[in-house]
């Protein structure tokens, strides 16, 4: 038989021979498991015409709700004779949003083309009014003719003779106008003769905040299928054929980067830039991370607009600031709509200039109802809800040969801000969090492996060395006690 600290030590060593099988086990499946995982993941987010993914780019299993907020100039004599515009928020009008993929073509297995249509459908349940309801509204094809004059791009005639067009037609700066006539479209005889000189900018005789752009193919993507590599997934090849802008004075500037704000790539991390192309905005953007956060049982990290991204110094390095650049947190916009003075910024100019808020009574900015945010579950990318949020602004200045605004004052004039609201259906949700759940699942084993191992190895390592302790201590104990023994004879002997 072996002796008790034989096999003591035998034990031990057995149990540390464990602790290291356990270890290699673990990475072996967690680099076996992350493999398999990721090639899962591909098979599921390319865009193919078997995927999973195609059907959900093709026709999302999400509700999609666009929120519109009119600025109502409740105070239009006061305002043209040089007060402050005092402004009353009106809304939501809320439009069910249904988004669609025309003309969808696969170029090749890396490549597809395709017209993305949005359509909207008014809600009057979700909102605070009928689309008949009046709003005393500026007048914005008046507004962008008398800047064309202003700023010299309308040199065919000069302000006295536009001042004697508009006095004929008994234009108004400020107008009474129905949500529907805004949103639909209602005819103006401005945009009749703006069409003549900007047919690519000015669709039609009607004016509408849509623009031409409400149930249209308007404009063509191409895009990365991710075939060969799912972090292309969804970016941007082409933008109506074009491979970069040139509104802007940069070639960073005229970039087109990132998706186009529909999908994804997957593998998300909280240092990760999350861009996409605006065509509203004439710009690709990037999102950063703000917090972790749950939404419906799906754990997500949630991405945001930075609160820099239009800060002037920032807009003005980056070759944005072409034209008026009026200070922080607004972008103007005017190079890609015909020159107009437009100006794309936060709702109620959250995160700009405080001078832009306190030109204009009746603003509140707000982070938690103004801020752009999106809830990305980021092993897949794939949105689980989000509010997308901008405002229209127009800079108007006054002109003394222009009596529609000879006396008012210089200001940025918000006119709209939306909020499009977007969240995945309850199944879908439900799938995701299932994947979740084995992504998790996937690292939470091997990562107890490596803590068992690792808790073995350390324990039998701390009790093999105090047995080897005792058993050199016992060794020496007998020694002292044999030659203690040793002495005691010898001093005998002698005497």
Known sequence: MLPAFSFVRCSIVLIIILGVFLLISAIGSYLFSQ????????????????????????????????????????????????????????????????????????????????????TLYFEPSMSVGNESDLISFLNIPAASMIDQIISGKFDFFGASFAN???????????????IKELISGYEDPLMDLASDYMPDIIKGEKFNLMNGKNGTEWQKFVI????????????????????KLNYWNSEKANQISGTDGTFYPPYLNR?????????????????????????????????????????????EQE????????????????????????????????????????SIKGLEPN?????FLIHFE???????????????NFYLEPNKDIDLVKNIQPVLLPVIWFDEEIKLDLQTTEELSKVAFY??????????????????????????LRNSRNQLNNKNAKKKIYLAEEARLFTNEQN
């Open 439 to 464: 992504v998790r699942l996937v690292t939470i084993i091997p990562v107890s492996m490596v803590s068992t191992g690792i808790l073995l190895i350390l324990v039998s390592s701390f009790f093999l």
């Open 164 to 178: 004697t067009i508009l006095n004929h037609l008994e234009t108004k700066l400020v107008i009474k106008r129905t």
């Open 224 to 243: 990365n299928s991710g075939v060969y590599d799912p972090l292309n997934v969804g970016k941007i090849v082409s933008w109506n054929g074009l491979k």
């Open 35 to 118: 493999s398999l995982m990721n090639k899962k993941i591909h098979e599921n987010v390319k865009l193919t015409n078997e995927s999973k993914a195609f059907k959900f780019w093709l026709n999302p299993p999400a509700s999609i709700y666009r929120k519109y907020f009119f600025f109502d100039i409740v105070n239009s004599e006061q305002f043209l004779n040089g007060a402050k515009p005092k402004l009353v928020q009106r809304g939501p009008y809320t439009y069910k949003e249904k988004w669609e993929k025309g003309n969808v073509n696969f170029i090749d297995e890396e490549h597809i083309e395709y017209a993305p249509i949005s």
């Open 378 to 392: 980021p092993t897949t990318g794939v949105p689980v809800a989000g509010n997308v949020r901008f405002q229209i």
């Open 271 to 315: 240092s990760s830039i999350i861009e996409s192309y605006s065509p509203e905005m004439c710009r690709s953007y990037g999102l950063e991370y703000l917090r972790d956060n749950e939404i419906n049982g799906v754990k997500t990290y949630d991405f945001h607009f930075p609160s820099d991204l239009f800060s002037a110094s920032k807009l």
């Open 319 to 358: 070759g944005f600031c072409d034209g008026k650049c009026l200070g922080n947190g607004v972008l103007n916009i005017s190079n890609c709509y015909g020159g107009v003075s437009g100006f794309i910024s936060q709702p109620h100019f959250l995160n700009a200039d405080e001078k832009f808020v306190k």
């Open 367 to 371: 982070k938690d109802i103004h801020d």
